[in-house]
């Protein structure tokens, strides 16, 4: 997150910062002031490429974890929230897929047909009929 803002990142400026506060508020269901330490800790992390897109992710990520007891509220903290390097692990755990991975599919040779002579394929037909007459028997 110590990076450089890409060259496609738009600037950040007060709207930005606002909007993301905002957001923040939102999600949180809080009510805080936008004061001017809280402006200079939004820009430090909105200069770092950090859209709006990723905070809402990691907050709906942290609330999860909070909801499921494996992250402490405090972890929603605007000033813990708002750290750079903390804010990037958070969203890159976010990101992170725990199922484990899929095994190659095994070639299963397709099954041969069978062969039957006509009266094995006969008693077969007359055994699935006596099953279906002693089904429907079941049903009434």
Not at 45 to 52: K, P
Request: hydrophobic letters at 35%; proline letters at 9%.
């Amino acid at each position: 997150m110590s990076s450089p803002p890409s060259p496609s990142a738009s600037p950040v400026d007060a709207v930005a910062i606002a909007q993301a506060h905002q957001l923040y508020c939102q999600l949180t269901g809080q009510c805080l002031r936008l004061a001017f330490d809280r402006e200079r800790m939004w820009y430090e992390l909105l200069r770092t490429a950090c859209s709006l897109a990723d905070l809402r992710q990691v907050i709906l990520y942290l609330q999860r974890e909070i909801r499921f007891g494996r992250r402490n509220v405090g972890a929603l903290k605007l000033s813990n929230l708002l750290q750079p390097d903390r804010f990037e692990e958070d969203l890159q755990i976010s990101r992170v897929c725990l199922r484990p991975p899929q095994a190659p599919p095994t070639s299963v040779p397709p099954p041969r047909p069978a062969l039957l002579s006509a009266h094995e394929k006969e008693q077969r037909r007359q055994r699935a009929l006596e099953h279906l007459r002693r089904f429907k028997a079941t049903l009434r």
